[in-house]
């Protein structure tokens, strides 16, 4: 198992590469100036030559790319131009309510998206087998912000039952108001995904379900409920963890939009606050910070379906 995780380290360290290439001269290239947007438009010629070469950004892209790399390598980011903070302690103060978030959504997509895709193979070639995949095929089809206008509308501003906006953090109010606050966009995200992990439960269940040992299996007179969650779930226990994974890692990226309707202070707020101020170090310090965290959860979803399918477990041993 070390083996496989070098591997998959070493195996990953191209994708950074690009990310750390792309993160740097693609935004550096973007449009606006950050000294410009930081002081105004009024702001004096010789204040804005100041600010720029003190910034550092008087020098050319290569020589700033080298600066930047050198202190990314002792896990510098650099300083935000805007709040004049280390980057890292501020994606670092903004990870709470995005992991809460995202584990949330997840656990909620779970919850609802297995069940629906089993009762679609208990019910498979009835007329009833629609009830259970339309709702798969919405939650796929609706966009994230028409689903969380229509559940604040009804669930917080007409009953009262949550709150229509922001995030206490763990350390002053307690775990469960944080969870409290992030249960109505947990929610939602948990209906967004919930529809792949469901189809991906109903597909693999429904090949297992096909192959010759369990056409024995019937024969052999064991019944059918048996056959579905004892052998079919189990052996497609696989494909659904990497379902789950691909979801909780896409809710931590998709969790900009949520953020930002529900003003919840996450990575996708900080994010989008950044690119708004043009704040270079903070927007890099996000991409990259994101992308190691994508890497870890991919690798965790391969180790995890190792220890299901002992097919997987035996290539990566």
Not at 88 to 109: C, D, H, K, M
Not at 205 to 215: A, S
Request: hydrophobic share 50%.
């Amino acid at each position: 198992m070390g083996t496989y995780i070098v591997k998959r380290v070493i195996h990953s360290l191209p994708l950074l590469v690009m990310v750390i290439i792309f993160s740097f001269f693609v935004i550096h290239i973007m449009p606006g100036d950050p000294v410009r947007t930081l002081l105004g438009d009024r702001a004096p010629a010789e204040q804005v030559a100041s600010m720029t070469k003190s910034l550092g950004l008087d020098q050319p892209l290569v020589i700033q790319f080298t600066v930047w790399l050198k202190n990314l390598l002792h896990c510098d980011f650099g300083t935000s131009i805007s709040l004049g903070e280390p980057a890292f302690s501020l994606i670092l103060q903004r990870v709470e309510p995005t992991f809460l978030l995202g584990i949330l959504g997840t656990l909620i997509s779970v919850m609802v998206g297995i069940p629906l895709g089993i009762l679609s193979v208990q019910h498979h070639g009835k007329w009833t087998e629609n009830l259970f995949t339309l709702p798969a095929l919405v939650s796929i089809s609706v966009p994230a912000f028409w689903t969380a206008i229509l559940m604040i509308q009804l669930l917080a501003v007409k009953i009262h039952l949550f709150p229509v906006a922001g995030y206490h953090v763990i350390a002053k109010y307690g775990l469960s108001k944080a969870l409290y606050d992030l249960l109505l966009p947990g929610l939602i995200l948990g209906i967004m995904y919930c529809g792949q992990i469901a189809r991906m439960t109903k597909v693999s269940t429904l090949e297992i379900m096909r192959q010759d040992y369990l056409l024995t299996a019937r024969a052999a007179g064991i019944s059918e409920g048996k056959i579905l969650y004892y052998y079919a779930l189990k052996n497609s226990l696989a494909s659904i963890i990497v379902v789950i994974g691909y979801s909780f890692a896409s809710m931590l990226a998709g969790a900009v939009v949520i953020e930002q309707i529900f003003n919840i202070p996450g990575l996708g707020n900080l994010t989008i606050t950044s690119i708004l101020n043009r704040d270079y170090p903070v927007i890099q310090g996000t991409l990259i910070f994101v992308t190691v965290i994508f890497i870890i959860i991919n690798m965790l979803t391969d180790i995890l379906c190792a220890y299901v399918n002992p097919k997987i477990k035996h290539e990566i041993e």
